[in-house]
């Protein structure tokens, strides 16, 4: 039962098979929802990481590939990018040099990553953030993942969804709160999770007013936060003023966020996607050994995709 009513197949974790992370994610719920322990209303707040925790990140992260047909456009328009970093990879299709910047990223090395990140802020700068949106939004509508054969809009995890709306059900207003760009979530959020805008949080390059008729916001070519790290309790604290009860991760990046959810006078639940199902969606751990060490050392809950998830994806809507 949420709330006095019949729980619906998504409020009921339905895709969860019955092992201890779902028991221990369905007893943290209903402490926090009544009784001694229960967490007043405005203070049930959720963050999830979004790349790798709400859907998949391999072979590289959807927004990456996104970005990668913005470069070639941009070096087709001007040929002297095509022997600088991040164009070439882009032009090239070296998709090893893309993906092994945010693996070094999270292993502490950020050389080849401050080059994607300066990419990336010249990609889209002058553009109306409106116009960006659309664009995202078009792009994981229509785009087909390309090892999954599924469409980009579709890679959600099912089980994460229903941990969304099983969340909410039960008082708990969620947030996403990502190292990917925070407007080009914002543009397919609704979508495929159910969250309106304002409860996106994520890396963001400055913008400006123009005011040009009804005014348009447009992306500045200098870059505003890198949303990973220690920036992703900074960023949560800014956005809603009080700290996460319940945090969900996948990677090193997220201890921060992890670590910052809750208090020793009110424990938290805090969530590892570990990705150990090669043949349901993908098998690693290259960027989160360190997570995973804290997992185990200090009681968080290992969520195995393998095990824990009798479905991983749900199918798209015709």
Avoid: C
Wanted: net charge negative; hydrophobic share 40%; aromatic share 10%.
């Amino acid at each position: 039962m949420a709330n006095g009513r019949p729980d619906t197949p998504m409020e009921s974790l339905a895709s969860w098979r019955d092992t201890p992370a779902r028991t221990a994610i369905k007893d943290f719920v209903e402490r926090a929802s009544g009784g001694p322990h229960a967490v007043p209303p405005e203070e049930r707040i959720a963050v999830f990481d979004n790349d790798g925790t709400l859907w998949a990140e391999k072979p590289m992260p959807v927004e990456l590939v996104f970005i990668l047909q913005r470069w070639v456009e941009m070096a087709q328009a001007d040929p002297s990018l095509r022997d600088r970093q991040p164009w070439k990879a882009a032009v090239e299709g070296d998709h090893a040099f893309l993906a092994g910047a945010l693996d070094k990223h999270y292993a502490g090395d950020d050389s080849d990553v401050k080059v994607l990140m300066a990419g990336v802020i010249g990609a889209f700068a002058g553009m109306d953030v409106e116009q960006y949106g659309t664009r995202a939004a078009a792009f994981v509508r229509n785009g087909i993942h390309p090892t999954l054969q599924r469409p980009f809009h579709a890679i959600a995890y099912q089980p994460m969804v229903e941990l969304l709306r099983y969340l909410e059900a039960n008082g708990f207003t969620t947030f996403i709160a990502s190292g990917g760009n925070r407007d080009f979530m914002r543009g397919f959020a609704a979508d495929v999770y159910g969250l309106p805008p304002e409860r996106i949080i994520g890396s963001s390059s400055e913008l400006r007013y123009v005011p040009d008729g009804d005014g348009s916001i447009v992306y500045a070519a200098a870059p505003d936060v890198f949303d990973d790290g220690p920036a992703k309790p900074v960023r949560i604290w800014s956005r809603m003023g009080r700290r996460p009860v319940i945090a969900g991760g996948n990677s090193n990046g997220d201890i921060p966020m992890l670590e910052f959810a809750g208090t020793s006078a009110r424990p938290p639940l805090r969530l590892l996607v570990l990705h150990d199902d090669g043949d349901r969606e993908a098998a690693y751990v290259k960027g989160a050994e360190q997570a995973l060490d804290r997992a185990r050392s200090e009681g968080w809950t290992i969520i195995s995709i393998r095990d824990d998830w009798a479905t991983v994806f749900a199918e798209p809507a015709s």
